[in-house]
């Protein structure tokens, strides 16, 4: 081979790997300045099979409004499983800006078809809202084969792709409607210093669940352990009664509670919570990896009748 070949490749071979050693350090100086380590993801476990589902922030807080707005209007689980199962397949759990045609958001909603318009569409809350009055109108929907309850409210061209979506869907909704206590959890970014807002959380909350997830301020005995805000390790404190569901009625006050407490811990980057704590378990996001743990301190004993949400300060 002749010399000059021969230096052509070494130096070839010399510029490709400071192209390497170049994006290496980019990463590293990236993953440093982010604070290093995996990145954020929630995780669902299933009971008794000993088995995962594994889901990203954005994907399990669109998961927990889903059940939320489930909850406010005392539908059952199994209509949480349609629902998520449907958002699984048109979406993948992401309010998106673009689909087939004019569709949008999680379902893949048309404005052309009735609807609502884009922003209304691209609200989750209202989509999902949506989505729950048509599956409604089903009769006995709740008995039906998953993929028939769907295709009924979605009309798709492709009505059997929801069916692969419901074992996921199914553990999903068992932790997020609060049959499987201490089931979801999620990991958090580091590096992260944003305050958290206990106005928000409380405006959140009532959107999602329906007023009557807080009382009224006004209401006797009001205060922290009604949904009102203390100081609490430097963040604000909002304790949720369990006593109820958001439309008044009696439940059971393990399930309610478990229910809460995943939907605030689904949002907890959204809403910058810092630590969650019931039935004497607490999750806290500057250990998140640990996931539901033992609680430490006697406010978050507190007992079964009350979810304590901790902002970040």
């Not at 909850?71 to 992401?94: C, D, G, H, N, W």
């Not at 989505?131 to 798709?156: D, K, N």
């Not at 405006?203 to 009557?212: H, I, N, S, T, V």
């Not at 009224?216 to 203390?230: H, I, L, M």
Request: aromatic content about 6%; glycine content about 14%; some cysteine.
């Amino acid at each position: 081979m002749p010399a000059s070949d021969v230096l052509r490749r070494r130096l070839l071979r010399a510029f490709v790997a400071l192209a390497v050693l170049g994006g290496v350090g980019a990463y590293l100086l990236i993953h440093l300045n982010t604070g290093g380590g995996p990145a954020p993801r929630c995780e669902v476990r299933g009971k008794g099979d000993g088995g995962a589902y594994e889901l990203d922030p954005e994907q399990a807080a669109n998961a927990a409004t889903i059940s939320a707005v489930a909850s406010s209007r005392r539908l059952p689980e199994r209509a949480v499983t349609i629902a998520i199962a449907t958002a699984m397949q048109e979406s993948e759990l992401r309010n998106i800006e673009h689909g087939d045609r004019d569709s949008l958001g999680l379902f893949q909603q048309r404005p052309s078809q009735g609807w609502g318009t884009e922003e209304q569409i691209l609200d989750p809350v209202y989509s999902t809202g949506k989505f729950y009055e048509h599956l409604a109108e089903i009769p006995g929907y709740s008995r039906l084969p998953l993929t028939e309850a769907a295709q009924r409210v979605q009309r798709s061209g492709f009505p059997q792709a929801y069916a692969k979506h419901e074992t996921a869907a199914a553990r999903l909704s068992a932790a997020l409607t609060g049959r499987h206590g201490a089931a979801f959890t999620c990991t958090t970014a580091k590096g992260d210093t944003r305050s958290g807002d206990p106005a928000q959380l409380r405006r959140a909350l009532k959107r999602e669940f329906g007023d009557g997830v807080l009382p009224d301020p006004g209401a006797a005995g009001a205060g922290e352990g009604s949904g009102g805000a203390s100081r609490g390790g430097g963040g604000q404190v909002v304790v949720l009664p369990v006593t109820g569901d958001a439309a008044g009625g009696e439940v059971d006050t393990a399930g309610r509670g478990w229910e809460l407490a995943h939907w605030a811990v689904a949002q907890a980057p959204r809403l910058r919570v810092a630590q969650v704590s019931f039935a004497g378990r607490e999750w806290r996001a500057e250990d998140s990896s640990a996931g539901w743990r033992k609680a430490e301190n006697a406010n978050a004993e507190a007992g079964a009748a009350s979810v304590r949400i901790v902002t970040e300060p």
